[in-house]
């Protein structure tokens, strides 16, 4: 189904945080867009107030008559989303043209130059980065973010002028084999969703043939510490980076008085004194990559610098809520044992005499037995660890695999509980922290306001 014949767009699955930046971009076009989701969100909300309308149930009488022609409607759906969904179903028995999100994701890439962002862990914060880089500057971009940006308090940026996307590359379910990338980073190849790959070696070769799909021309910009081994195709350049190290990298790092400043040097041009707007050490990395994305793509010294200095992150990425003298609150999205470790030492680095406290939910029960060692020693890194119980998402539970996983292979002698995730708010009241990280994927985020109010008040 060619894009020009398309009238209408039905999402079923449309409050995920990539469906809904698909449907904003239909929405912009001026298209009719509606779909379901299981339950309302803030993401369903906003989509409604922009003129999308959404239901709730599976009610194939709840799809309105402009999204009835097959000739004219493109059906758009979510992994997520059940093989015996009853509206999937409908549509799929009726002839409709039905695509994968990262099928739609993967023909912008075919008609604008996909500037593409890959890694287990690292892609939101640093496609974001990019994204506000190139949109503040004469190079401009269209976006589809994993994330909130908290610069535009959205996940996708639009431009009328730009041929350039940038785009968050999933490897859950091999979705980023559909994109055909003009660019691309690799910030990190470490094993995640075994449940689809099945081996390390297996998640490894996904990325090793997702490098086979960057277009002739174009660019990898890969981490210097991975693995991983790519296979691009004649005239791709392969650049590396880090943060000391690499063809690009930092120097003069100075960290102090709540401030992150460097020098980036590049092949192509250096810039120095690069500020960081959110300045958490791990920015530093993330920065680098995003900036040489930024620069290889037409952007100068000066729009670098103020890209970096006014970006503002990315809601549940290091989301600072309360920072002062006496407590610290934030939440971060980190749902990999490298990312909660880097979360800790991040922490560690910036407050280095304060008892750090997280509240971790784990994320996924294949994910929990996989990796519960690697994620009791990450979490062997915080003076204080509180656990909840799993949260399933997709998922059906697994026979003798629960948060105690976790819990009994944490370091010896370190605080410890388990609680469940509906104690939350009242264990937060009954305590005063200093520093206070809830952690993970699932929806202990939802707390997060309440705990704000409730530290707030103890100030």
Same mark, same amino acid.
Do not use: C
């Given at each position: 189904m060619d894009f020009k014949d398309i009238k209408a767009v039905y999402f079923i699955g449309a409050g995920g945080i990539g469906m809904s930046a698909i449907a904003?971009? %239909?929405?912009y076009k001026g298209l009719d867009v509606a779909g379901y989701d299981r339950t309302p969100? !803030?993401?369903?909300?906003?989509? #409604? /107030? =922009?003129?999308?309308p959404i239901h709730y149930e599976e009610n194939i009488d709840a799809i309105p008559q402009t999204f009835r022609n097959p000739r004219t409607t493109l059906v758009v759906f979510t992994p997520a989303v059940s093989a015996d969904h009853k509206e999937l179903a409908f549509f799929r028995e009726n002839g409709f043209n039905i695509e994968k999100r990262a099928q739609i994701l993967g023909r912008l890439t075919s008609i604008h130059k996909g500037l593409c962002f890959a890694g287990t862990h690292g892609k939101t914060s640093t496609s974001t980065m990019c994204a506000h880089i190139m949109h503040r500057s004469s190079v401009g971009c269209n976006a589809f973010l994993g994330g909130i940006s908290k610069n535009y308090n959205t996940n996708y940026i639009f431009s009328d002028k730009s041929d350039f996307v940038v785009i968050e590359a999933d490897e859950f379910d091999r979705s980023f084999h559909w994109l055909r990338p003009w660019m691309s980073v690799i910030t990190s190849t470490d094993p995640d969703h075994l449940d689809i790959y099945g081996t390390k070696e297996a998640y490894l070769e996904g990325f090793r043939h997702y490098t086979e799909l960057i277009q002739p021309g174009g660019a990898l910009i890969i981490h210097c510490d991975l693995e991983l081994k790519p !296979?691009?195709?004649?005239?791709?350049?392969?650049?590396?980076?880090? /943060?000391?190290?690499?063809?690009?990298?930092? =120097?003069?790092?100075?960290?102090?008085?709540?401030?992150?400043?460097?020098? %980036?040097?590049?092949?192509? #041009? !250096? @810039?120095? !004194?690069? #500020?960081l707007g959110q300045p958490i050490p791990i920015n530093i990395e993330n920065g680098i990559a995003a900036m040489a994305i930024a620069q290889l793509n037409g952007c100068n010294a000066e729009e670098l610098r103020t890209g970096m200095k006014t970006y503002?992150? @990315?809601?549940r990425r290091f989301d600072f809520k309360i920072k002062n003298s006496r407590h610290v609150f934030l939440s971060d999205y980190g749902h990999h044992p490298r990312e909660v470790l880097q979360s800790a030492k991040s922490l560690k680095e910036i407050y280095p005499n304060r008892k750090i406290t997280v509240i971790f939910q784990p994320h996924l029960y294949t994910r929990t037995l996989d990796f519960h060692k690697e994620f009791a020693q990450a979490l062997s890194n915080f003076d204080e660890v509180i656990l909840t119980e799993i949260y399933p998402a997709r998922e059906e539970p697994i026979p003798g695999v629960s948060s105690k996983l976790i819990y009994d292979n944490l370091a010896p002698g370190i605080d410890k509980q388990i609680i469940r995730k509906d104690d939350v708010l009242e264990f937060v009241s009954q305590r005063d922290f200093d520093v206070l990280l809830v952690l993970g994927a699932g929806?202990?985020?939802?707390?997060?306001?309440?705990?704000? /109010?409730?530290i707030k008040e103890k100030e």
């Open positions: 904003r971009y %239909f929405l969100s !803030n993401l369903t909300r906003e989509l #409604e /107030k =922009e003129g999308m !296979n691009v195709g004649s005239g791709v350049k392969i650049y590396d980076y880090g /943060k000391t190290s690499g063809d690009f990298h930092a =120097e003069n790092i100075l960290i102090a008085d709540g401030m992150i400043t460097f020098d %980036f040097i590049s092949p192509v #041009e !250096n @810039v120095p !004194n690069i #500020e503002r992150g @990315v809601d929806n202990l985020d939802d707390y997060v306001p309440q705990i704000t /109010k409730l």
